[in-house]
């Protein structure tokens, strides 16, 4: 069955960084668009960034562009989001998900991971 | 940058049926997700590409898309259905999700 776990969160100082991973398995991580999305306490669906099925196509969200990096290794089924210079205001639950049909439909999504930025 | 409009919070009797929408300009030309998200748990997809169900979502999920606004409609709705629903667009090489809507079976 098709599985989404995601690691990497934690506390982290304003500035700092962080690397999220989300491991792939029971599907053809290779044939999939992933996208990552977040959710901030109490809060609603934020979508942060995308990266097609080769990796030659990367999208960002305003509120990250320049300090945020998505990629993947199709080689290890997996999917990263590099978070630098983190603010408060990303604190947030980060989830990885699978595009269905290369438009952003989501079908799978993670457990999620929290990340809370915070001197 | 585009944006989705949700009603904050509907609600509906065990039974009936809700209908929950999402405005946005000429979201009918786009295709539209709905996703249910309940309590501590991460989000589902409902409804895709304006009418289709992903497997295992009940024939009681339905969805439209036409003008500005995307419906949601669950009929003979469950307590079970009670969660936060969101519609989500794909525009301009950006994903974008509406800001959610209560759903409350009383």
């Known amino acids: 069955q098709v599985q989404l776990v995601e690691s990497g969160g934690g506390l982290v100082k304003p500035g700092g960084s962080l690397r999220l991973s989300c491991a792939a398995s029971?599907?053809?991580?290779?044939?999939?668009?992933m996208s990552w999305i977040r959710q901030a306490p109490g809060k609603g669906l934020e979508w942060v960034s995308y990266?097609?099925?080769?990796?030659?196509?990367?999208y960002y969200a305003d509120s990250v562009k320049g300090r945020f990096t998505i990629s993947r290794d199709n080689a290890k089924n997996s999917l990263y989001l590099q978070m630098n210079s983190l603010r408060a205001e990303d604190t947030a639950v980060y989830f990885c998900?699978?595009?269905?049909?290369?438009?952003?439909?989501?079908?799978?999504w993670g457990q999620g991971t929290l990340v809370t930025v915070s001197s | 940058s585009y944006e989705l409009t949700q009603p904050p919070s509907v609600s509906v009797s065990p039974g009936q049926t809700a209908s929950i929408t999402c405005s946005g300009d000429?979201?009918?030309?786009?295709?539209a997700c709905w996703y249910r998200q309940k309590p501590g748990q991460s989000p589902v997809l409902v409804i895709y590409?304006?009418?289709k169900r992903p497997s295992g979502i009940p024939e009681r999920f339905s969805g439209s898309n036409s003008g500005n606004t995307a419906t949601l409609t669950i009929s003979e709705t469950q307590a079970m259905d009670e969660a936060d629903y969101y519609c989500?667009?794909?525009?301009?090489?950006?994903?974008?999700f509406g800001g959610g809507t209560k759903l409350t079976v009383l």
């Open positions: 998900a699978r595009d269905l049909d290369s438009i952003s439909s989501l079908d799978y």
């Open positions: 029971g599907f053809t991580f290779s044939d999939y668009f």
């Open positions: 990266v097609s099925s080769s990796g030659n196509t990367i």
């Open positions: 000429k979201l009918g030309d786009k295709n």
């Open positions: 590409q304006d009418t």
């Open positions: 989500q667009a794909w525009d301009s090489s950006t994903v974008v």
